[in-house]
């Protein structure tokens, strides 16, 4: 049984950092792309950024471009992400999922199998 935790997140005032990490167990992590989404209330889960299965390919959301950074730990099957310059408007749950092997796209939610419960992250003005 494939199991996804996150931690980190926090409360934090415009400007500042944070940093996620996501442990994947019951699978081999060498062998996923993992992925960040997030969900603020009344709106739509929507992707973050994505990294690949050796971490040389990453992928991010326009709207985190230069702020975020996505990394992974292949020994310790965790994948971080940096959060600097933090906005209001990233405020939300931030969820990391496993993508599908399959998958040929990696932006939409049912791109991914397996998700964690969330880690919420607010930031204030």
């Known amino acids: 049984q494939v199991q996804v935790v996150e931690s980190g997140g926090g409360r934090v005032q415009a400007g500042g950092s944070l940093s996620l990490s996501c442990a994947v167990s019951g699978r081999t992590f060498s062998n996923a792309a993992v992925g960040w989404f997030r969900q603020a209330p009344g709106k739509e889960r929507e992707f973050v950024s994505l990294i690949g299965r050796s971490g040389s390919n990453t992928y991010y959301a326009d709207s985190v471009k230069g702020r975020f950074t996505i990394s992974r730990d292949n020994a310790k099957n965790t994948v971080y992400l940096q959060m600097n310059s933090l906005k209001p408007e990233d405020t939300a749950v931030y969820y990391c999922?496993?993508?599908?092997?399959?998958?040929?796209?990696?932006?939409?939610?049912?791109?991914?199998?397996?998700w964690g419960q969330g880690t919420q992250v607010t930031v204030s003005s």
């Open positions: 999922a496993v993508k599908r092997d399959y998958s040929r796209t990696y932006d939409r939610a049912e791109d991914y199998l397996y």
